[in-house]
């Protein structure tokens, strides 16, 4: 969004501008779907992660919205994507899993981020065929990329 004064301005005027910025909270999209609490990314070549070498495993929470009515044993299903620069990024596994100790939902993954520019992963939770959340977004960056495996 940009602002333009009307009138116009002139060469070398100046204008001074008082502002405030405001970031809503959680629920400013004004949606009544679950909301991710937690993002976790690791090196998933190692026990309990996966095998795959070079993969990450991703880890995110969801809470709020219809998923504090579902039952432990709902059968949700996780709708995962990737995207971005590099066309050989992969999701290799995902699954879904309830958190008791946290009543939070648990979306899992298992990713090969590719040779290319940074892959952007998506994911949200469904149940029958409709959204339970909000999608997730996630770029997997070089840099990170770089530092989780120690090159």
């Known amino acids: ?18 502002y405030t910025l405001s970031f809503g909270d959680s629920n400013v999209a004004g949606q009544e779907t679950g909301r991710v609490v937690n993002t976790f990314v690791g090196d998933g070549n ?31 299903v996780s709708d995962v994507s990737v995207g971005g620069g590099s066309d050989d990024a992969e999701i290799i596994e995902h699954f879904v899993e309830f958190i008791e100790a946290d009543k939070q939902w648990r979306l899992s993954m298992l990713v090969l981020p590719g040779s290319g520019a940074d ?14 959340t909000e999608v997730w977004t996630y770029s997997l960056s070089e840099a990170a990329r770089n530092g989780q495996k120690g090159s």
Not at 1 to 18: Q, S
Not at 70 to 75: H, N, R, V
Not at 120 to 127: I, T
């Open 1 to 18: 969004m940009f602002w333009k004064p009307k009138g116009g301005v002139d060469e070398g005027e100046h204008r001074k501008l008082d």
């Open 46 to 76: 190692r026990t309990g992660g996966g095998d795959a070498e070079n993969a990450f495993r991703i880890i995110v929470d969801f809470t709020g919205g219809p998923l504090d009515s579902l039952k432990p044993d709902a059968a949700v």
């Open 119 to 132: 892959p952007v992963f998506r994911g949200q939770l469904r149940l029958d065929d409709k959204p339970l």
